[in-house]
T-cell receptor
Framework: GDSVTQMEGPVTLSEEAFLTINCTYT??????LFWYVQYPGEGLQLLLK???ADDKGSNKGFEATYRKETTSFHLEKGSVQVSDSAVYFC???????????WGAGTKLIIKP | EPEVTQTPSHQVTQMGQEVILRCVPI?????FYWYRQILGQKVEFLVS????????KSEIFDDQFSVERPDGSNFTLKIRSTKLEDSAMYFC????????????FGQGTRLTVV
């Protein structure tokens, strides 16, 4: 079945560091890929998405490129801030059913 | 900006009691979902709902669970006889089409079964 694998956390960085959170997937067909973010004490918010190969999703300085050849959707940000501290979830939908398949989440801690 | 609203934000219930978690999806959305997240674990799909019926459900969604759209705006999740292991954050979501497009999530209801 479909699955999403994320790098384990927590990931601890200093402010202004470069961020990469790895996400790889297995799926039949051509899934859509998503990054959701969960700030402390809050719900799930869509951060960015990509619906086909080579698409780049971007939002709030975060980017991720849909790489079909490596089945990856890594999240990157050039300069992180303390306010980026949160749990980041990679997810996919293959569109043939009604559910999102989620990665385990990666906790990001940014120190000033 | 339209949003999905969930109530209550936190519910504490005794084991064996019935609970109803409430959600108001975005008004023009047609697809509705419940997910749950046990503390420190993955987000798990429970059920999807479209055209007044369940479209898909996971193994977690057993006979103790039910969903309903009692009127044109609310979407509820009922757990008939809660167990300790039902303690989790429950998220409602809605979308205007199948999940290739953005699903909007509510803030969640934290259910604590004691």
């Amino acid at each position: 079945g479909d699955s999403v694998t994320q790098m384990e956390g927590p990931v601890t960085l200093s402010e202004e560091a470069f961020l990469t959170i790895n996400c790889t997937y297995t799926a039949t067909g051509y899934p859509s890929l998503f990054w959701y973010v969960q700030y402390p004490g809050e719900g799930l918010q869509l951060l960015l998405k990509a619906t086909k190969a080579d698409d780049k999703g971007s939002n709030k300085g975060f980017e991720a490129t849909y790489r079909k050849e490596t089945t990856s959707f890594h999240l990157e940000k050039g300069s992180v801030q303390v306010s980026d501290s949160a749990v980041y979830f990679c997810a996919l939908s293959d569109g043939s059913n009604y559910q999102l398949i989620w990665g385990a989440g990666t906790k990001l801690i940014i120190k000033p | 900006e339209p949003e999905v609203t969930q109530t209550p934000s936190h519910q504490v219930t005794q084991m064996g009691q019935e609970v109803i978690l409430r959600c108001v999806p975005i008004s023009n959305h047609l697809y509705f979902y419940w997910y749950r997240q046990i503390l420190g674990q993955k987000v798990e799909f429970l059920v999807s709902f479209y055209n007044n019926e369940i479209s898909e459900k996971s193994e977690i969604f057993d006979d103790q669970f039910s969903v309903e759209r009692p009127d044109g705006s609310n979407f509820t999740l009922k757990i008939r006889s809660t167990k300790l292991e039902d303690s989790a954050m429950y998220f409602c979501a809605s979308s205007d089409s199948l999940m290739n497009t953005e699903a909007f999530f509510g803030q969640g209801t934290r259910l604590t079964v004691v």
